[in-house]
């Protein structure tokens, strides 16, 4: 069964970046479409971005231009490089599959913007 295990996460500044890594275990990872989901206090868990296994990308509209999905099959990793972050991207972020069936949830990475 794979496993995923999300880090990166920290406390920046309105403006500032973040690089966020999901590492999973097993090697089938490579032919799963994968996203990165975000839970903020309160709200529903939203899939923000996504890559194929091919490396086709697409993005929520709110993070569109700011945030990069990106994937290294050789790694099993899957990467969410996040820019001019904002107040409002504060959450924790998770990666899974972008489609049914999901694979286990991993614990997650807390990002907060705020000054």
């Known amino acids: 069964q794979v496993q995923l295990v999300e880090s990166g996460g920290g406390l920046v500044q309105p403006g500032g970046s973040l690089r966020l890594s999901c590492a999973a275990s097993g090697s089938i990872f490579s032919i799963y479409a994968m996203g990165w989901y975000r839970q903020a206090p309160g709200k529903q868990r939203e899939l923000v971005a996504a890559?194929?296994?091919?490396?086709?990308?697409n993005y929520l509209d709110s993070v569109k231009g700011r945030f990069t999905i990106s994937r290294d099959n050789a790694k099993n990793t899957v990467y969410l490089q996040m820019n001019s972050l904002k107040p409002e991207d504060t959450a924790v972020y998770y990666c899974?599959?972008?489609?049914?069936?999901?694979?286990?949830w991993g614990q997650g990475t807390q990002g907060t913007v705020s000054a």
């Open positions: 890559v194929t296994s091919g490396g086709s990308t």
């Open positions: 899974n599959r972008n489609r049914a069936p999901l694979l286990g």
